[in-house]
């Protein structure tokens, strides 16, 4: 990355900016790095009685588990950090499927796209964590998993998975979800990230399931702006690429009660999410990555 | 209801656009992926009624768009009642006249007109269509103050002009105009003279005004010219003065008093005044002025000089010889060999009176004559039918011997007499060919009274090396410039370029030269008709009946003539106005109910 990419702060780009400078492998870094750099305390987490390694101390580390000792030997400041709580098991869900692949402007990524470069970039802030992270790509079935995991490699894996197909003509999460639920052994973290036009019942209900599991849960909504808003005019036939559902309408006319009701339908999701005790963030595909990273890394730094 | 452009009700058919849309909705548009679909289906299905109503009253509120424009584009009229009027047409009619320049109560008749008219003018509104059209048929439109400016210009013209057909192009600027309520304003001094044939104008209503007093006693010189054209140094002029008491008259030539007189009434004047000046003179003769002081000249033209010098040859015959003793003895011709009167077989120099042969046999000597003198028309084989002569003064003449004149190439000249269907007397360039013998042998033209003056009249204008041509007729008419003539000389002195061909008499009473290399050659003399001094008038109620009008009302002071001009239009309104601020109102409507689109375009 250039010097001057590096000052403007990948993070808080305009998305299909970012996106348009390399693959995803290498936006997700781009982000992640400025994403730390604008932080203000350390992201490490996760100390107890088990030690596992040292390492240097950052501005913002707890003063309490500076070694003291090293520090007056050899006048360098080092914090322990310990095994057992530092790793947190991630899964994060993908909604792959064909309505995910849209855009309402060819200047935007697709919601795809954008889901695919915010998960690069929030699996890589949890591996610098050392934190396992898996992924479950999933249209009308599970396309792909990859097992939680925090080592060396995992990054690759990721990626190769993401790389991979999908835009299937439906959108069933349950069964990603579950499968999600048995990837994780123990508590841990599962992000949906979906544009929410599946069944809502179903989900729900896996993600209640989640919830009941001990697991903590994150729904990112990846919407696109005119999906928001019904930009446009004049008399037209919307159809839906992925239902096969056709509507006619005239955006002009309805384009008011459009609005109202996906406004009902963000507070829906938002307040049945909240019932169940798991966040919900809506994520525009021309926010900058770092708005929805910041979002759902404070849910994280909620998490022991 | 009515309209002034009824042709934009047509845009009324696009009203029907937005009710088709409106039906048609759900059959027509594009095909848009859009992933979010089931939302939309969900808004449709929750607000439908309220979505319903919304595009019905949409529709409607567009509907109202187009027909409210489309109305105001047709500019339509409706009675409302109140004060003012709906935009109209007025044609003012002005008869200036040379009458309307009488005076009376102490003013030309014509300022009262112009008076009439400006308070017509000024009632008129700004979306009034005017005209104004005088007698000469000058025709004048547009703005009020551009129809002010030209009332201010008028002046009683030279002559009668032509009243009844300033009325009826003022009908048909009116007609032509399509604006309802439309009218004619006339203004005339109600000369029975000049109204004396109906114009065609139509259902066109007319407001006239007439004045209603008894016109003032009138004299005037209704006659006047110079007998003959070409004095030898002297002539006469001829002039009849109307007037109901003895009146005196006095004649200039060029500017000068050459005789004084007094006449009875309606008796002619006959003045053979001695003139020392040579060549082309105006002349006028003029009587005391009174209150129309247009009439109170008649102008004449003359050619003045010395007496053409006449040799008669023997063949010409002894009534020939009488007859040039005759014009001798009365001064009107010399003796000498300028001009030459005599058979063609004997005539060996031009300019000559060519009669033919008296004998047949000399019929062969005559044409070589003829060749040698250059002259382009032959004799033909003798006829001797009896037959009747016509033209040039000499119908009725009999001739019972004549060479029909056959005409040569380049024959060029004015036939002035006919025998049959055949010329008889020809004229051309310094040469008079009479196809018989003057001998009452051959015709009995010699005999008649006719003759003396008709020889006189043939050597002195045609022959004579001064010859020229005096055209009359009232100031503005179309005559005929003859060929030859390069240009004109005003009565001022000035000088304009002139061809051949239709020319305009001056507007005022005159003598304009025809000059020919800056050399008189000729004189148009306008004098205005001797109908135009009579002064008599329809009375108001028999005015109407004159002017053949389905709808005249006559108005007897300025204020009926303004309010009268435009009440035909009075109480009508325009309502495109309120029709422009429906479709505001409409717009506005719209906007508000389709208030999304607005604050994205804002």
């Given at each position: 990355?250039?010097?001057t990419a ?7 780009l305009d ?5 348009a ?14 994403f ?8 490490r ?8 390694e ?9 003063l ?15 914090v ?8 947190l ?9 064909r ?14 796209a954008?889901?695919e ?26 396309r ?8 060396h ?11 991979e197909?999908g ?8 069964p990603?979800?579950n ?10 973290l ?10 809502a ?31 446009g005019a004049?008399?037209?036939l ?13 955006a002009a ?8 009701t ?26 900058p ?12 730094q909620?998490?022991? | ?5 009824p ?5 009324l ?13 759900r059959?027509v ?10 939302y939309?289906l969900?808004?449709?299905q ?24 489309a ?7 409706a ?22 320049g ?21 009632a ?12 000469d ?5 547009g703005?009020?103050a ?5 009332i201010?210009?008028?002046?009683p ?30 203004l005339?001094d109600?000369?029975r003279?000049a109204w004396?044939t109906p ?5 066109v209503?007319?407001?006239?005004w007439?004045p209603?007093?008894?016109p003032?006693r ?5 006659s ?10 002297r ?7 109307r ?5 005196s ?6 500017g ?7 006449t009875?009434?309606d008796?002619e ?6 003139v020392?000046a ?14 129309l002081?247009g009439d ?16 008669v040859?023997?063949?010409a015959?002894?009534f020939?010889q ?17 001009t ?10 031009l300019?000559a ?5 008296l004998n047949p046999?000399?019929l ?5 004559s003829?060749?040698?003198l250059g ?7 003798p ?8 033209g040039d003064?000499l ?10 004149l056959?005409?040569?190439a ?14 008889w007397?020809?004229?051309g360039?310094?040469?008079?060919i009479?196809?018989?013998?003057l001998d009452?042998?051959?015709t009995?033209?010699p005999?008649r009274?006719a003759f ?7 050597i ?10 005096v ?9 005929t410039?003859?060929?030859g003539v ?7 002195g000035s ?16 003598v304009t ?23 008599a ?5 028999q ?18 003539l ?6 035909a239009?009075a109480?009508?309104?325009?309502l ?6 429906v ?20």
């Open positions: 990355m250039t010097s590096s000052a403007m702060r990948a993070d808080l998305p299909a900016t970012i996106a400078l390399g693959r995803i492998e290498v936006t997700a870094r781009w982000v992640v790095d400025g730390m750099t604008g932080l203000h305390r350390s992201p987490k996760g100390f107890s009685v088990e030690f596992a040292y390492r240097p101390y950052q501005p913002g580390d707890d309490r588990y500076v070694d003291w000792k090293i520090a007056a030997r050899s006048d360098r400041w080092v322990k950090q310990f095994e057992e709580e530092t790793n098991r991630a899964t994060v869900v993908l909604d792959v499927s309505s995910m692949d849209w855009t309402g402007a060819s200047a935007r990524l697709t919601k795809r954008y889901a470069r915010l998960t690069a970039a929030l699996a890589l802030l949890l591996l610098r964590q050392r934190d396992a992270v898996g992924l479950i790509r999933f249209d009308a079935t599970v792909s998993a990859v097992p939680p995991r925090a080592r490699g995992q990054w690759r894996r990721l990626m190769a998975a993401l790389e197909g835009a299937g003509l439906a959108s069933s999460a349950a990603a979800l499968q999600a639920a048995r990837l994780i052994q123990r508590r841990g599962v992000v949906l990230v979906s544009d929410l036009l599946l069944d019942n179903e989900a729900m209900q896996s993600l209640r399931g989640l919830r009941a599991a001990g697991h903590d849960v994150a729904v990112l909504h990846i919407a696109d702006p005119a999906e928001l808003e019904l930009e004049g008399e037209a919307f159809h839906d690429p992925e239902s096969q559902l056709e509507v006619p309408a005239s006319d309805v384009r008011a009660a459009y609005q109202r996906v406004e009902e339908v963000i507070e829906e999701w938002r307040s049945r999410c909240a019932s169940i005790g798991a966040g919900y963030t809506l994520v525009r595909t021309d926010q990555f770092g708005i929805p990273l910041r979002q759902a890394f404070a849910a994280r909620q998490l022991p | 209801m009515s309209f002034l452009a042709l934009w009700l047509g845009l058919v696009a009203a029907g656009v937005p009710l088709l849309l409106h039906l048609l909705r059959r548009g594009r095909r848009i992926e859009f992933p979010a679909a089931r939309l969900r808004a449709e929750e607000n439908s009624r309220t979505l319903r109503l919304r595009n019905l009253l949409l529709m409607l509120l567009r509907v109202a768009i187009i027909c409210a424009l109305l105001a584009a047709a500019r339509p009229l009675r409302l009642g109140g004060t003012g009027h709906a935009p109209t047409a007025l044609a003012i009619v002005i008869d200036n006249s040379l009458s309307s009488v005076v009376e109560q102490g003013r030309p008749l014509l300022t009262h007109m112009k008076e009439l008219a400006r308070a017509a003018v000024d008129a509104s700004p979306s009034d269509r005017l005209w104004l059209v005088t007698a048929l000058r025709v004048t439109g703005s009020a551009a129809i002010r400016a030209e201010e210009r008028i002046t013209l030279g002559g009668a002009g032509d009243p009844p057909a300033a009325l009826a192009r003022a009908a048909a600027l009116v007609r032509g105009s399509g604006r309802p309520g439309g009218q004619v304003a006339l005339t109600g000369q003279s004396r114009p065609a104008i139509g259902d209503p007319v407001v006239a007439s209603t007093n008894a003032a009138n004299r005037a010189v209704t006047v010219a110079a007998r003959p054209i070409r004095w030898t140094p002539g006469t002029v001829q002039a009849r003065i007037s109901a008491d003895s009146t008259w006095r004649l200039l030539v060029d000068r008093v050459v005789a004084r007189g007094s009875a009434p008796q004047v006959s003045v053979r005044p001695v020392t040579r060549g082309w003179v105006r002349g006028s003769l003029e009587i005391e002025p009174d209150e002081t109170d000249a008649g102008a004449f033209a003359a050619w003045i000089g010395s007496a053409p010098a006449v040799r040859l023997a063949g015959g002894a020939a009488s007859a040039v003793d005759a014009l001798r003895a009365g001064g009107q011709v010399a003796n000498g060999d300028a030459i009167l005599g058979s063609a077989e004997e005539v060996t120099s300019p009176l060519v009669t033919a042969p046999v000399q062969g000597a005559a044409n070589r003829l060749e040698r002259i382009p028309w032959r004799f033909g084989a006829a001797r039918e009896e037959s009747i002569a016509h003064g119908d009725g003449a009999t001739v019972s011997l004549h060479y029909p056959l005409a040569q380049g024959a060029a000249a004015d036939t002035l007499a006919t025998v049959g269907n055949t010329p007397i020809v004229s360039d310094r040469y008079v009479v196809g018989s013998p009452p042998a051959a009995n033209l005999l009274a003396l003056p008709w020889l006189g009249r043939v002195g204008e045609r022959l004579g090396a001064e010859a020229g041509t055209i009359s007729g009232e100031p503005g008419a179309l005559v410039i003859p060929a390069d240009g004109l000389e005003r009565p001022d000088r304009v370029a002139a061809t051949a061909g239709s020319w305009r008499l001056p507007a005022r009473p005159g030269f025809l000059t020919k290399s800056g050399k008189a050659v000729g004189a148009l003399v306008a004098n205005p008709q001797a109908a135009e001094s009579e002064l008038r329809w009375p108001s109620a005015l109407a009946g004159a002017l053949g009008a389905r709808h005249v009302r006559t108005v007897s002071d300025a204020g009926a303004a309010a009268l001009s435009f009440d239009a109480g009508r309104r325009s495109v106005l309120p029709l422009l601020v479709a505001l109102l409409a717009l506005v409507g719209e906007a508000v109910l389709t208030g999304g689109r607005v604050r994205r375009a804002a």
